[in-house]
C-alpha cells in the first residue's frame, strides 16, 4: 500500500497538465524511459523498427496521437474535485464513495468503449462494497503478452478542513488571473492523476493506434486508509485481476511532486494501548496514568526502531527525502474530565519504510546493467 503527501495545499501547474503519447506504432515498449508532467504521469519512449525489416516505417506515434489538450483535462478536474467532500478518507467518521469518480471516468469513456460506445476500450468496474468502486481500462495491444500498465491513480482523498484553507478546498480554482495554476484537495493527490490517465486512455481510444502492448489503466479505491482492508488494489491484487500485468512495466501514478518515482516507502499503521487505573488527579498516588504510560513504551519503541532500522547511504542516490520513520499521528482515550486521570488510552501512528537495503541494491544493479 503506497500512499502519497496528502496533507499539502494541492497547487499544480497545468501548463505541463498534459502528456505527449509517443509509443511507437511498430516497435515494442519493453525499453522505457520516463518524463515528467506535473500530475507525474511518465511518457513512454521507444525506438522505431529497424528499416531493413520494414520497407516504410509508420511514423511515430506521437505524429498521430499528438498531445492531450488542456480543456477536456480541466473540465473533467473539475468534476472530480467537486466530488472531493465526499471522497475525504477517514473512517470511520469519513467513508469515501469513490464510485463518484469511478462513473466520470466511465462516462468519460464511453463514447470509445466495447460495450457502449463500440470504440476500442475495454472499460470494468470492480466493486468488493457499496459505493467503492475501483475501475480497470484497458487499449488492447496486438501482441498477447505484451502489456504496459498505469496503477495507482486513487479516487480517494485526506480529510481537509475547509476553515484552515485559503480557498475552498473542495471546488477546483484557479490562483492568478493567467491560471496557470489549479488547486484544491486532489489536484496532486490524487484525482489530478486521475483525470490525466483517462485523457490519457480516451485519446488511444479516439485514434486507435495499433500497439503490439497492451495499455492498461487501473485506477483504485481505498489508497489513503489501511484501517479496511480488501476493497481497493489488494483486491484486485488477491482476485488475481492484475496477474497480466507482471509481463511489463508498470508505472505507479501516485507521487504529489513534478517528477515519477522509481521507488516508494510502503506504510504500516501501529497501534499502542496502555490500561492503567483511572482516578482523581488530587490523588494521583491512587491512580495509574495511562498516558505515561503510553509515552514511556513509545519512546522506547521509537529508540529501538531507529537503531534497527536508520538511515541507509543509498537513500541519497534513490532521492529520498526522508528514511524509514515511525511516528505518533493520532491520541485517543475514552475521555472524562480535565481533573481525571485516564485509566486507558490508545496512541496510534504509520511506520514508513523505504525499500531495504537488498531491493535498493538490486535496483542499482538493474540501473548499471541498463
Known amino acids: 500500500n503506497r500512499s502519497g503527501y496528502g496533507t499539502e495545499r494541492a497547487v499544480v501547474d497545468t501548463d505541463t497538465s498534459y502528456a505527449h503519447i509517443v509509443l511507437s506504432s511498430t516497435q515494442s515498449c519493453?525499453?522505457?524511459?520516463?518524463?515528467?508532467?506535473?500530475?507525474?504521469?511518465?511518457?513512454?519512449?521507444?525506438?522505431?523498427?529497424?528499416?531493413?525489416?520494414?520497407?516504410?516505417?509508420?511514423?511515430?506515434l506521437?505524429?498521430?496521437?499528438?498531445?492531450?489538450?488542456?480543456?477536456?483535462?480541466?473540465?473533467?478536474?473539475a468534476k472530480l474535485i467537486g466530488e472531493s467532500q465526499r471522497l475525504q478518507?477517514?473512517?470511520?467518521?469519513?467513508?469515501?464513495?469513490?464510485?463518484l469518480v469511478a462513473q466520470h471516468v466511465v462516462d468519460a469513456l464511453r463514447p470509445v468503449s466495447t460495450d457502449t460506445g463500440g470504440g476500442p476500450l475495454v472499460v470494468r468496474k470492480v466493486?468488493?462494497?457499496?459505493?467503492?468502486?475501483?475501475?480497470?481500462?484497458?487499449?488492447?495491444?496486438?501482441?498477447?503478452?505484451?502489456?504496459?500498465?498505469?496503477?495507482?491513480?486513487?479516487?480517494?482523498?485526506?480529510?481537509?478542513?475547509?476553515?484552515?484553507?485559503?480557498?475552498?478546498?473542495?471546488?477546483?480554482?484557479?490562483?492568478?488571473?493567467?491560471?496557470?495554476?489549479?488547486?484544491?484537495?486532489?489536484?496532486?493527490?490524487?484525482?489530478?492523476?486521475?483525470?490525466?490517465?483517462?485523457?490519457?486512455?480516451?485519446r488511444l481510444g479516439e485514434v486507435k493506434p495499433p500497439l503490439k502492448h497492451s495499455v492498461i489503466a487501473v485506477f483504485i479505491a481505498n489508497e489513503e486508509n489501511s484501517s479496511v482492508t480488501g476493497i481497493g488494489v489488494d483486491g484486485l491484487v488477491k482476485d488475481g485481476l492484475l496477474d497480466k500485468?507482471?509481463?511489463g512495466p508498470l508505472f505507479w501514478i501516485d507521487t504529489a511532486d513534478k517528477q515519477p518515482c522509481i521507488g516508494t516507502g510502503g506504510m504500516i499503521p501501529w497501534h499502542l494501548k496502555a490500561t492503567g487505573k483511572l482516578f482523581h488527579s488530587g490523588?494521583?498516588?491512587?491512580?495509574?496514568n495511562s498516558m505515561e504510560l503510553?509515552?514511556?513504551?513509545?519512546?522506547?519503541?521509537?529508540?529501538?526502531?531507529?537503531?534497527?532500522?536508520?538511515?541507509?547511504?543509498?537513500?541519497?542516490?534513490?532521492?529520498?527525502?526522508?528514511?524509514?520513520?515511525?511516528?505518533?499521528?493520532?491520541?485517543?482515550?475514552?475521555?472524562?474530565?480535565?481533573?481525571?486521570?485516564?485509566?486507558?488510552?490508545?496512541?496510534?501512528?504509520?511506520?514508513?519504510?523505504?525499500?531495504?537495503?537488498e531491493v535498493l541494491r538490486f535496483s542499482l544493479i538493474a540501473l548499471e546493467m541498463k
Open 30 to 60: 519493453s525499453n522505457t524511459e520516463s518524463s515528467s508532467t506535473s500530475t507525474g504521469l511518465p511518457s513512454l519512449l521507444t525506438q522505431s523498427a529497424a528499416a531493413s525489416k520494414m520497407a516504410s516505417p509508420a511514423p511515430p
Open 62 to 77: 506521437k505524429d498521430a496521437v499528438g498531445g492531450l489538450d488542456r480543456d477536456p483535462f480541466v473540465a473533467l478536474l
Open 89 to 99: 478518507n477517514d473512517p470511520p467518521a469519513l467513508v469515501p464513495q469513490e464510485d
Open 127 to 202: 466493486s468488493y462494497t457499496d459505493g467503492r468502486s475501483n475501475v480497470i481500462v484497458e487499449y488492447p495491444g496486438t501482441v498477447p503478452g505484451r502489456v504496459v500498465s498505469f496503477v495507482g491513480m486513487h479516487m480517494d482523498v485526506v480529510p481537509a478542513n475547509p476553515s484552515e484553507w485559503d480557498f475552498d478546498p473542495f471546488s477546483l480554482t484557479f490562483e492568478g488571473d493567467d491560471k496557470e495554476k489549479l488547486r484544491g484537495r486532489g489536484t496532486t493527490d490524487c484525482l489530478g492523476h486521475v483525470a490525466l490517465v483517462t485523457q490519457l486512455m480516451r
Open 245 to 247: 500485468l507482471k509481463t
Open 283 to 288: 490523588l494521583a498516588h491512587k491512580a495509574i
Open 294 to 357: 503510553n509515552m514511556d513504551a513509545l519512546k522506547e519503541i521509537q529508540t529501538r526502531f531507529y537503531n534497527d532500522f536508520p538511515a541507509h547511504e543509498k537513500e541519497k542516490l534513490y532521492k529520498f527525502a526522508t528514511p524509514s520513520t515511525m511516528k505518533p499521528t493520532k491520541w485517543s482515550y475514552p475521555g472524562g474530565g480535565l481533573n481525571q486521570i485516564p485509566g486507558e488510552c490508545t496512541i496510534s501512528g504509520d511506520i514508513r519504510f523505504n525499500p531495504c537495503p
